[in-house]
């Protein structure tokens, strides 16, 4: 199965930051990578596709870039709201697999 | 609107069974992938199962394969999951997820529902 790695674990910043996550891949997934986020007692809801392809009704201070085994979400200025869990998840190869997830807390 | 309903979560003895359902709507329930999530209590995401869209195709994470068998109803836009040989690590909140097919992620997510395994 293809392990996915995401740094830090735990990120602290304050709103109005810029932050980057960064996720790697055990093997190539091509653009065939995902990000998610979870908010506590909440399911998780898609933020970026194919690496970079941002979901219908997303705001677009999230972007997402990278291919082969290397790729970082970053939030260009945070809001109040971004403080959860983000995950990414690759969908190259089955059995899918996700990262361990990044907290992102004030 | 797309809506996914979980159902048949339930505290199971070590061993025993489970099925999981989840009732779709809002979307054409035959042109889309479907897959099963899990959550350990505290824990990080865990892929489980998925089916293709016919169901001819099915994935298992390594953790469950040949003790759990998801298949899907078309007729009646229904997921299942089976579960047998349930251990106390199978305990996790269950979600059920739609595939947004084309260039992929996954769009629509249920609720959960909650299965635990004790004695």
């Known amino acids: 199965d293809i392990q996915m790695t995401q740094s830090p674990s735990t990120l602290s910043a304050s709103v109005g930051d810029r932050v980057t996550i960064t996720c790697r891949a055990s093997?190539?997934?091509?653009?065939?990578l995902a990000w998610y986020q979870q908010k506590p007692g909440k399911a998780p809801q898609l933020l970026i596709f194919k690496a970079s392809s941002l979901e219908s009704g997303v705001p677009s201070r999230f972007s997402g870039s990278g291919s082969g085994t290397e790729f970082t979400l970053t939030i260009s200025s945070l809001q109040p709201d971004d403080f959860a869990t983000y995950y990414c998840q690759q969908y190259n190869t089955y059995p899918s697999t996700f990262g361990q997830g990044t907290k992102l807390e004030i | 609107e797309v809506k996914l309903v979980e159902s048949g979560g339930d505290l199971v003895q070590p061993g025993g069974s489970l099925r999981l359902s989840c009732s779709a709507s809002g979307f054409t329930f035959n042109t889309y992938s479907l897959h099963w999530v899990r959550q350990a209590p505290g824990k990080g995401l865990e892929y489980v199962s998925g089916i293709s869209i016919n169901g001819g195709r099915t994935y298992y994470a390594d953790s469950v394969k040949d003790r759990f068998v998801i298949s899907r109803d078309n007729s009646k836009n229904t997921l299942y999951l089976q579960m047998s040989s349930l251990r106390a690590d199978d305990t996790a909140l269950y979600y059920c997820?739609?595939?947004?097919?084309?260039?992929?992620?996954?769009?629509?997510w249920g609720q959960g529902t909650q299965v635990t395994v004790s004695s």
């Open positions: 997820v739609k595939d947004r097919g084309g260039y992929g992620g996954w769009d629509s």
């Open positions: 093997q190539s997934l091509s653009t065939w």
